[in-house]
């Protein structure tokens, strides 16, 4: 019986999905810190551009005109990205320093109306009441700028832990509705079941001994912000802190790590299921490559630059990817089929 079912494709995906939620553990536990730094750097750049490539090859879920979002990924990606950029190389008291500044502080308002935006778009039929909602969006933008739990919310969660684990649970939830494969509820439900798994490991400070050069690259380019921020956001600590051997900053690390490389591993499993990789002509390989390997020389010469691009590639494809979310979260939660 298991032979037989290996032959099927879809069965062998999510068989395969089984075995890299649990390799992706594995190694977060493992390597709690050095994992998250080598999969953000090396996988992701990989897997923001191929699925760039696909989301546009698909209208990216945006069926009435996809130069529509294609253009409001791309303005909400610069509008985050090119002040970052900016006060990466300058910080002189100017006044273009100063518009810079102003306008990275907005950033948080960028990221919510663009996601108001796709869910108008999944949810509501009526132009009017589309605007409606485009208005109120920028409204609330406003109003909330400075809530904490709001920045937290949008500014760190949404292009990262929610973006990597739960829209990704979300996709497999309602990919496994589909197929009514036992293995894809299977892998949902280990997805599900590792951090609490995480949350009940026994870690002393003795568990780990990270090298020197990862902690300073960790600390360096603000990698510890985010389980900072998580902690901050459930209120297990003030957010003032961040320990390398303390058993709830180890948790949150083994965590990160898991998401991160299973969420990578699990887009690069996919060929089989939706098809991405044939999407990719000789043309659209080679300009995926230089682009990969021009992030992963910009890693290597200037990290904090390489950071930076990547984290722009990643912008542009968690915003372009907000419709398709929103898409999976109808079908899966609203839809009577």
């Known amino acids: 019986m298991f032979f037989t079912s290996i032959l099927n494709k879809a069965n062998f995906t999510d068989q395969l999905n089984i075995f890299l939620v649990i390799v992706s553990a594995l190694l977060a536990y493992i390597f709690p810190l050095e994992l ?31 130069v529509i979002w294609l253009t409001i990924g791309i303005t909400a990606s610069l509008i985050l990205f ?19 500044i102003f306008i990275n502080a907005w950033s948080n308002s960028v990221i919510f109306i663009t996601l108001m935006l796709a869910i108008a778009y999944q949810f509501v039929s009526s132009k009017v009441a589309w605007l409606i909602i485009t208005l109120l969006s920028v409204i609330g933008a ?38 009514k494969s036992v293995y894809s509820y299977i892998s949902v439900a280990l997805v599900l079941l590792i951090p609490i798994i995480i949350i009940n490991l026994g870690l002393t400070r003795g568990s780990y001994l990270f ?9 360096e380019n ?38 991160y490389c299973y969420h990578y591993l699990n887009w690069f499993s996919k060929t089989t299921v939706i098809k991405w990789h044939n999407m990719l002509n000789k043309k659209k390989i080679i300009t995926i490559a230089i682009l990969w390997f021009t992030v992963i020389f910009l890693y290597w010469f200037d990290f904090g630059l390489g950071l930076l691009i990547s984290l722009f ?16 979260i109808k079908e899966l939660f609203f839809s009577k089929k």
């Open 36 to 66: 998250f730094i080598l999969t953000y750097t090396l996988l992701g750049p990989l897997h923001y551009v191929t699925e760039i490539n696909w989301l546009h090859d698909k209208s990216y879920f945006f069926t009435n005109n996809k």
């Open 82 to 100: 090119v002040p970052k950029l900016f006060l990466y190389y300058e910080n002189s008291d100017t006044a273009l320093t100063a518009t810079m």
């Open 142 to 179: 406003i109003l909330l700028k400075n809530v904490e739990q709001y920045k937290l919310l949008i500014g760190v969660f949404v292009p990262t832990v929610i973006h990597v684990y739960l829209f990704t649970m979300i996709f497999m939830l309602y990919g496994a509705k589909k197929s």
């Open 211 to 219: 090298s020197d050069f990862s902690k300073e690259l960790y600390l």
């Open 222 to 259: 603000d990698f510890h912000v985010l389980p900072v921020s998580f902690s901050k956001f459930l209120g297990m600590t003030d957010g003032t802190e961040f320990y390398f051997y303390e058993s709830i900053w180890l948790k949150f690390m083994i965590f990160i790590s898991f998401i």
């Open 313 to 328: 590639l990643g912008f542009i494809h968690v915003i372009l990817e907000f419709p398709l979310n929103m898409l999976s």
